[in-house]
């Protein structure tokens, strides 16, 4: 797949350097486009992005296929932290390759 390279306005990236990601679960979202860069923009005015940083955001994404809508969100987005879920890993027993004699 090739690089993706977003390009946006000084002013937008201040702001990003500032604020960095808004917090948003992609997972359970319609998977329409339009959808999820309605969410990507509900996230950003949320997390105190400017209408500009939205619009280009929008314009980034539309500028693309579905996967460049995708890829545009996960720059602006990040997932809410899972710690507090319970995470079979932490169950894992470091004996499990002991030899049993």
């Given at each position: 797949m090739p690089e993706v390279k977003f390009e946006y306005?000084?002013?937008v990236m201040e702001e990003y350097a500032e604020l960095g990601k808004a917090e948003l679960q992609l997972v359970g979202i319609d998977g329409n486009?339009?959808?999820?860069?309605?969410?990507?923009?509900?996230a950003m005015r949320t997390h105190g992005y400017s209408n500009q940083a939205k619009g280009e955001m929008v314009e980034d994404s539309m500028s693309g296929?579905?996967?460049?809508?995708?890829q545009t969100a996960m720059f602006w987005t990040d997932s809410p932290d899972d710690e507090d879920e319970d995470d079979p890993a932490d169950e894992w027993d470091?004996?499990?390759?002991?030899?049993?004699?």
């Open positions: 306005s000084a002013e486009a339009f959808s999820i860069m309605a969410a990507v923009g509900k296929d579905y996967n460049h809508v995708i470091e004996d499990w390759d002991d030899d049993e004699e």
